[in-house]
């Protein structure tokens, strides 16, 4: 990684960081002040802390997973993204170099985006509830596993922002990116295919694995799964980007 990579992994990396810690705090704060309201039940610790990070009460809830953060998480991606001016094009090897890049760019913040998230989400709970809670739900393992899972997510999410770079062009890819996302987030609440599986889905399993409606020999037919969907958008991007007349639309200095 170069300096001038490191210094923008510098810039972003404590906004992200106070923008989830905000985020969460407020949740927690105000799901927690109802569950212990009079208009609310009273409940147990245990049913708290389930309420809050087991059921989507969590500031990892599948809206700003996959609507909220994503919008985040592609835009600075796109900010991360090396420039594709002719002189830097023409320094590297071969195309397959410039593919090859941008995809180690869209892992490096994809693990990195979604380390943050994770750590702020134990954090956070170490802060509001008993330890002894906490490890009764195996909160902290399930959340080491999902930072699998949430990073083939965002993974993912940043191979379909380089697929449409080399489709369409640089200035419109990250807004059909964030497009897609939106789209495929919203139509999960259609009767047609409410029940049907959707990628975004095998983002989160924290919740799933608290409550056992998934077990953990589960997660392997997702991992097994977003790698089928990354290989088909890696493969097809080096192939096209071998095509694409790239020099003639790259930005002079």
Same mark, same amino acid.
């Given at each position: 990684?170069?300096?001038?990579?490191?210094?923008?992994?510098?810039? *972003?990396?404590?906004?992200?960081?106070?923008?989830?810690?905000?985020?969460?705090?407020?949740?927690?704060?105000?799901?927690?002040? !109802?569950?212990? +309201?009079?208009?609310?039940?009273?409940? +147990?610790?245990?049913?708290?802390?389930?309420?809050?990070?087991?059921?989507?009460?969590?500031?990892? $809830?599948?809206?700003?997973?996959?609507?909220?953060? %994503?919008?985040? !998480?592609? %835009? !600075?991606?796109?900010?991360?993204?090396?420039?594709?001016? $002719?002189?830097?094009? *023409?320094?590297?090897?071969?195309?397959?170099?410039?593919?090859?890049?941008?995809?180690?760019?869209?892992?490096?913040?994809?693990?990195?985006?979604?380390?943050?998230?994770?750590?702020? +989400?134990?954090?956070?709970?170490?802060?509001? /509830?008993?330890?002894?809670? *906490?490890?009764? /739900?195996?909160?902290?393992?399930?959340?080491?596993?999902?930072?699998?899972?949430?990073?083939?997510?965002?993974?993912?999410?940043? %191979?379909?922002?380089?697929?449409?770079?080399?489709?369409?062009?640089?200035?419109?890819?990250?807004?059909?990116?964030?497009?897609?996302?939106?789209?495929?987030?919203? $139509?999960?609440?259609?009767?047609?295919? +409410?029940?049907?599986? %959707?990628? !975004?889905?095998?983002?989160?399993?924290?919740?799933?694995?608290?409550?056992?409606?998934?077990?953990?020999?589960?997660?392997?037919?997702?991992?097994?799964?977003?790698?089928?969907?990354?290989?088909?958008?890696?493969?097809?991007?080096?192939?096209?980007?071998?095509?694409?007349?790239?020099? $003639?639309?790259?930005?002079?200095?």
């Amino acid at each position: 990684m170069n300096k001038y990579k490191l210094k923008k992994y510098l810039n *972003i990396i404590p906004i992200i960081l106070l923008f989830f810690i905000f985020s969460c705090l407020y949740t927690y704060w105000y799901l927690y002040n !109802f569950l212990n +309201s009079n208009h609310a039940v009273k409940l +147990s610790e245990k049913e708290i802390f389930l309420n809050l990070a087991g059921n989507g009460g969590d500031f990892t $809830s599948y809206s700003r997973i996959a609507v909220f953060f %994503l919008i985040i !998480f592609v %835009l !600075f991606l796109f900010y991360i993204f090396p420039s594709d001016n $002719s002189s830097v094009l *023409i320094r590297l090897k071969s195309r397959n170099a410039y593919v090859t890049r941008r995809i180690v760019d869209c892992a490096v913040f994809a693990f990195i985006f979604t380390v943050l998230i994770e750590a702020v +989400s134990v954090v956070v709970a170490l802060i509001n /509830f008993n330890i002894n809670v *906490i490890l009764y /739900f195996n909160f902290i393992q399930y959340s080491l596993l999902e930072i699998l899972t949430l990073f083939l997510f965002y993974f993912r999410a940043g %191979l379909v922002l380089l697929a449409f770079e080399i489709i369409a062009s640089k200035k419109v890819a990250p807004f059909i990116a964030i497009a897609l996302y939106i789209i495929e987030y919203l $139509s999960a609440s259609s009767l047609m295919i +409410s029940k049907v599986w %959707l990628p !975004f889905r095998d983002a989160l399993v924290v919740s799933t694995l608290m409550t056992g409606e998934m077990q953990t020999s589960y997660i392997f037919g997702i991992v097994l799964r977003a790698l089928i969907m990354s290989l088909l958008l890696i493969v097809p991007a080096y192939f096209l980007y071998k095509k694409k007349d790239v020099l $003639s639309n790259a930005k002079k200095k």
